[in-house]
């Protein structure tokens, strides 16, 4: 498989502070030289010497400067050369988002592809496949990195296929991972939409936003937790699924998952297609009801409002247990008001003062993108993994280790 560099090997015997140092750049730590230097507890010559062997390499990248006090604009480091690339998809049900993802998250070439993933995997990935590989000849093939994939369902993302998903017939246990590592002979990373929603909006966010709770509103409901600058997963991979959470108001509703009464079956937009067709109104998709409710129909408005409070109590509970910095909401529903504002009306109804005092509560800057973004990430992660496996391979014994940072050692999606 590819390295991550610049078409030049990454050399073996490469020292251990390299390593630290792709380390805590790539976990949002540490962003300049001299904030290396300082968390590393390392010389600045040494720090300097180093990084310039990693931007010769193309491991590392500079883009831009930040101020500081008392000196010269700071360079700002980012991991990964600056020719390099993931493809990436993020995949609905009857759509897709493809484009290039660029170290730091970055777009190019973003469109939306018709997609019937009721088609089953195979059939489907197949023509998926057939436009990437389009986006990676107008880039160039030398410089792909990565290819990653958001599904709307639960994911094995170490296995990279999906688990017992309810609405994708034919995917349950299909290899993804495996298939597009051998179409595209680089990396993949395959992730749940909402996990890479998180990752994403990650990565535009400011270094110091460490805790958030990406949500996804669309047809079904998800969630992505970020905790202490990456995405956490759980003890199996499926934290942040709120979908399938007890509601009252939900009474004995029967949902996709086998069970009733989940918050699912009356807040996505799944629920309120069919409680405003019950209710006479002609919708077929939640894209209807985004139209209606855009028109201030009634009717929409007010089952758009309610879903929103009935989301916003089962996010209360969570944000209550959690205490993030930030709550950021995605997908279709995001994009009405009513759905908005019910959502932070109930949760600074339901928390705790000293929970909201500072809580940001708002969509998501990345909007549509923001999975696709952090499909992408991931795939370059994964990819920044191999590389840094090849940096620590045969460490060199004759330079000093600084002692590890406190913090995670790898960015969102490792």
């Known amino acids: 498989m590819n390295e991550i560099s610049t078409g030049r090997n990454v050399s073996r015997g490469s020292s251990p502070l390299a390593a630290r140092i792709l380390a805590v750049i790539a976990s949002g730590q540490a962003t300049s030289r001299a904030e290396l230097a300082q968390l590393l507890g390392a010389a600045p010559s040494t720090i300097s010497l180093t990084v310039g062997q990693l931007l010769s390499r193309g491991l590392l990248a500079e883009r831009g400067t930040r101020s500081s006090s008392g000196g010269r604009p700071r360079k700002i480091l980012v991991v990964g050369g600056r020719d390099e690339f993931a493809v990436a998809a993020d995949l609905g049900a009857h759509h897709a988002r493809v484009g290039i993802v660029l170290p730091g998250g970055g777009l190019a070439d973003v469109s939306t592809v018709p997609f019937a993933i009721s088609d089953g995997p ?110 956490y997963r759980g003890a199996t991979g499926v934290a942040g699924d709120i979908t399938h959470v007890r509601i009252d108001a939900a009474g004995d509703t029967p949902c996709s998952c086998g069970n009733t009464g989940c918050l699912e079956t009356v807040a996505s937009g799944a629920a309120l297609v069919r409680i405003l067709r019950e209710r006479g109104a002609d919708v077929r998709s939640t894209e209807d009801v985004v139209r209606l409710t855009s028109d201030a129909d009634p009717e929409a408005t007010r089952a758009v409002r309610t879903a929103g409070r009935y989301l916003g109590e089962v996010l209360a509970a969570n944000v209550n247990f959690f205490n993030p910095s930030a709550v950021y909401l995605g997908g279709i529903l995001s994009t009405l008001e009513p759905f908005v504002a019910a959502v932070r009306s109930r949760l600074y109804e339901g928390c705790h003062p000293l929970v909201t005092e500072h809580l940001t509560i708002e969509r998501a800057r990345l909007g549509a993108d923001a999975g696709l973004v952090g499909a992408g990430q991931s795939a370059l992660q994964r990819a920044f993994n191999q590389a840094l496996t090849s940096l620590t391979a045969e460490p060199d014994a004759a330079e000093p280790v600084p002692p590890p940072p406190a913090g995670p050692p790898l960015p969102p999606g490792a």
């Not at 436009?131 to 990653?148: A, C, K, M, Y």
């Not at 958001?150 to 170490?158: H, K, M, N, S, Y």
């Not at 990565?203 to 460490?210: G, I």
């Open 122 to 231: 195979e059939p489907t990935l197949s023509r998926l496949a057939e436009t990437l590989e389009e986006l990676v000849r107008r880039r160039g093939p030398q410089r792909l990195r990565g290819v990653g994939i958001a599904l709307p369902g639960p994911v094995d993302t170490e296995a990279g296929m999906v688990t017992l998903p309810s609405r994708m017939p034919g995917w349950n246990r299909f290899p993804v991972g495996d298939w597009l590592r051998e179409r595209f002979a680089v990396p993949a990373a395959v992730d749940n939409d909402a996990n890479c929603m998180a990752v994403g909006e990650h990565t535009v966010r400011p270094p110091e936003v460490r805790q958030s709770i990406m949500v996804k509103t669309g047809s079904a409901i998800g969630a992505g937790v970020i905790v202490d600058g990456k995405l």
